[in-house]
């Protein structure tokens, strides 16, 4: 074997080595976010869930059930949120849900379907809040983002 070849193949095995410690490193980090968030759901502290969650996807790694897990449960705390007409930790638990699928865009962007619902729920949750907010004592009306959807 030459070389070169040598080389070669010395270099590549050390790009696989670098990629496979990088993955491994993100892959403990949202297993770490997962199990952390999963701990503070069995404490009824749904907030600091859904805040580790979201550090869950932020962590992501393709093919992985724990983000599929994770944004499934955020949008669980929403709806749950919704039907008890807690209004503004429902439209955080959907903005949170929204930023962390648009944190992980690089070449593709995963779960576009959730973060269109995501965004649609709380476009729609906020509009409830600033229509309920009218004719109430006066205060900061909620919007979205500055200067409308992020793309």
């Known amino acids: 074997m030459s070389a070169t070849v040598r080389t070669v193949i010395t270099v590549c ?3 696989l080595v670098v990629f496979g ?4 490193n993100v892959y403990y980090r949202q297993y770490k ?3 952390e968030a999963e701990r503070y759901k069995s404490q009824d502290r749904p907030l600091d869930a859904i805040a580790s ?14 983000v599929k897990q994770s944004i499934e449960n955020i949008w669980r705390y929403g709806q749950t949120f919704e039907q008890e007409r807690r209004i503004e930790e429902a439209i955080i638990a ?10 992980v865009r690089s070449f593709y ?11 649609q729920k709380a476009q729609e949750l906020v509009g409830l809040l600033n229509e309920a907010s009218v004719g109430s004592t006066p ?10 959807s992020p793309e």
């Open 139 to 148: 205060g900061p009306e909620v919007t979205g983002p500055p200067g409308g």
């Open 13 to 15: 095995i050390m790009v």
């Open 53 to 66: 969650y979201e550090c869950a996807i932020r962590m992501y790694t393709p093919g992985s059930s724990l």
């Open 33 to 35: 976010y997962f199990h």
């Open 21 to 24: 410690l990088i993955w491994g």
């Open 109 to 119: 962007s995963p779960y576009q379907d959730w973060r269109t619902r995501a965004e």
């Open 94 to 103: 959907y903005r949170a849900l929204t930023c962390s699928l648009y944190a």
